[in-house]
């Protein structure tokens, strides 16, 4: 059951994938790709090679909670990543993740180009824990 969060970009997209039993963040990469279609497409092939059975896309709501253009786009690429994997695609609220990503970044002294490159890995990590969290807080409901 290993879950694979988005953290979607207009030219850079970041990936994290978790464990095999969905509880803990693992491996996280970006991808450079400006064409949303061929951006679904390697993230279709990513999935498959790791074996992901759910895809988390970050759903950048606004402060408010109202949804802005951003977050429109980004309702439409988890069409297209259905259509493209098969798999389930779950819109996570990703409100404050890019600003946490750059917090823990600057933390670590990582600036300019270093930071930049792994902003959106970052990024997707924190979503991916965001939602491996509420999982397990829903089954201890339970």
Same mark, same amino acid.
Request: a neutral charge; one cysteine or more.
């Given at each position: 059951?290993?879950?694979?969060?988005?953290?979607?970009?207009?030219?850079?997209?970041?990936?994290?994938?978790?464990?095999?039993?969905?509880?803990?963040?693992?491996? @996280?990469?970006? &991808?450079?790709?400006? *064409?949303?279609? !061929?951006?679904? %497409? $390697?993230?279709?092939?990513? @999935?498959?090679? !790791? /074996? &992901?059975?759910?895809?988390?896309?970050?759903?950048?709501? *606004?402060? %408010?909670?109202?949804?802005?253009? !951003?977050?429109?786009?980004?309702? /439409?690429?988890?069409?297209?990543? $259905? /259509?493209?994997?098969?798999?389930?695609?779950?819109?996570?609220? /990703?409100?404050?993740?890019?600003? %946490?990503?750059?917090?823990?970044?600057?933390?670590?002294?990582?600036?300019?180009? $270093?930071?930049? $490159?792994?902003? %959106?890995?970052? @990024?997707? @990590?924190?979503?991916?824990?965001?939602?491996?969290?509420?999982?397990?807080?829903?089954?201890?409901?339970?």
């Amino acid at each position: 059951m290993r879950i694979m969060a988005i953290d979607f970009g207009d030219a850079r997209t970041g990936l994290a994938v978790s464990d095999f039993t969905g509880t803990l963040a693992g491996e @996280a990469w970006t &991808v450079e790709e400006w *064409n949303a279609e !061929r951006l679904a %497409d $390697k993230i279709a092939a990513a @999935a498959r090679e !790791r /074996e &992901v059975s759910t895809l988390v896309l970050g759903y950048p709501k *606004n402060m %408010d909670g109202t949804l802005g253009p !951003r977050a429109e786009k980004c309702a /439409e690429f988890a069409e297209t990543l $259905k /259509e493209k994997t098969g798999l389930a695609v779950v819109l996570w609220d /990703e409100r404050r993740t890019t600003v %946490d990503a750059h917090r823990i970044l600057s933390e670590n002294d990582r600036h300019g180009k $270093k930071r930049k $490159k792994k902003i %959106d890995a970052v @990024a997707a @990590a924190l979503i991916l824990e965001g939602y491996l969290n509420s999982l397990q807080n829903s089954q201890n409901r339970l």
